[in-house]
């Protein structure tokens, strides 16, 4: 999940701005959905591909709930407990239920995937990618019983899980894996194609290969490179805690959590290498081998203390640890269409910026509140929610200021 980070930059919060072309981004506010529910350290939310207006929420501990579209959130539904619910740690707060997807058949098939941290008896805590199944006899709960291990990753350390799962528009699932953990890569899991570790991977769980509960996509990248794990679609990514497609475009982002001094947002594409260990966003963090070269991110944040130093944006407002979110798709509020919103987990910080024609266009702070961002989300009209972490919380993300003809256009 997201490494903790010190609490000592929050007295940096009242940098608002950051690269700006002539016309700024509208402001945000927070509308607060399901306002009688508290939901327990939410990581995921998703509604149900099926017309039924089910959005479906993920606990850290494990627990994924139920709760109708539009409702106060009183009358929230268990539809699964994994792990018996326990399987956050305070004191390995990276630990847990990270990751939830549907189907995109789900209508049909009722399946739906989950990333988590299992502890073994040895004492290693792999992270698994399962598929569920919803009961026969009750379309709201799951049967605990149909769980299918697809993927099982082994990681040297209990942090930089990734943990983010999401069907592409070619219908694979694209999972995210961070590099295992501890402090600068130590094993150089970033630059090791043989690894599953600070990865992209995509998988296709519609087929079996042999000796695997998924099929190798026949275009992955890397299916004929010697020695490579063919599940791999990018790598040379820390930890990629949230991405996203862009359901316009198909553009995947992703928001990357640095280690000392640069957060930054990726534009991931097939067999790209993103510098993790080498680089740490446009920066040299460990030398690199003579004809390396790796794929700039689009944008970078500095931490406290590093503004000085040179960078494409270098009057970013600072942060700690990146939450990548969504590039807003939604109508209801015409005035954030095409922006691509994320933000800052501990500094609550959400900002917003435009891309366009290869460059960020426009780049600004929508809204500083002191909340913590588990993670953002996006409903079935493409309308975007940030989800508070340690108050278990739910908002929707609005105008501050909405232009009522847009809307009514």
């Known amino acids: 999940m997201i490494q903790t980070r010190t609490l000592a930059v929050l007295c940096a919060a009242s940098m608002l701005l950051a690269f700006r072309s002539s016309a700024a981004l509208p402001q945000v506010k927070l509308e607060r959905a399901f306002p009688a529910s508290r939901i327990d350290r939410p990581l995921w939310m998703e509604e149900a591909p099926d017309g039924s207006g089910r959005i479906f929420i993920a606990e850290q501990r494990g627990v994924i709930l139920m709760l109708q ?21 305070d004191q390995a707060n990276e630990k847990g239920l990270l990751g939830f997807a549907f189907h995109p058949k789900f209508k049909e098939n009722g399946k739906f995937y989950v990333y988590y941290t299992h502890v073994l008896d040895d004492g290693s805590i792999p992270t698994v990618t399962s598929e569920f199944k919803m009961s026969a006899k009750d379309p709201d709960i799951a049967d605990p019983a149909s769980e299918r291990k697809l993927l099982v990753i082994q990681r040297p350390w209990w942090n930089h899980e990734g943990g983010c799962l999401a069907f592409g528009p070619d219908g694979y699932l694209y999972i995210s894996s961070g590099d295992g953990g501890h402090q600068r890569d130590p094993n150089n899991y970033g630059q090791n194609l043989s690894v599953l570790l600070a990865k992209m991977l995509r998988i296709d769980v519609d087929h ?25 679609w990018a790598w040379g990514l820390r930890n990629p805690w949230r991405f996203s497609f862009d359901r316009e475009t198909g553009q995947l982002w992703e928001g990357d959590v640095g280690e000392d001094k640069w957060e930054e947002v990726n534009l991931i594409t097939k067999g790209g290498n993103y510098g993790w260990s080498i680089r740490e966003g446009f920066h040299e963090f460990k030398a690199a081998p003579p004809g390396a070269s790796y794929i700039d991110p689009i944008l970078e944040y500095a931490h ?18 990146i939450i990548g979110g969504f590039v807003y798709r939604g109508k209801k509020h015409p005035s954030l269409r095409g922006i691509y919103i994320y933000g800052d987990y501990v500094l609550g910080t959400i900002w917003g910026l435009r891309y366009e024609n290869g460059k960020v266009t426009e780049q600004s702070t929508l809204l500083l509140q002191p909340k913590s961002i588990g993670t953002f989300a996006q409903d079935a009209e493409g309308e975007v929610y940030m989800l508070s972490l340690n108050d278990g919380l739910i908002f929707a993300i609005a105008p501050a200021e909405e232009d009522q003809k847009a809307v009514n256009k």
Request: with cysteine; glycine share 14%.
């Open 69 to 89: 579209k539009g409702s106060d959130g009183s009358k929230a539904k268990e539809v699964l407990r994994i792990g018996g619910g326990d399987l956050y740690d």
């Open 304 to 321: 406290n203390g590093y503004l000085a130093e040179q960078s494409p944006f270098p009057n970013h407002s600072i942060g700690v640890c």
């Open 208 to 232: 079996a290969d042999a000796g695997k509960n998924y099929a190798i996509p026949k275009d992955n990248p890397f299916v004929a490179t010697a020695g490579a794990a063919p599940e791999i």
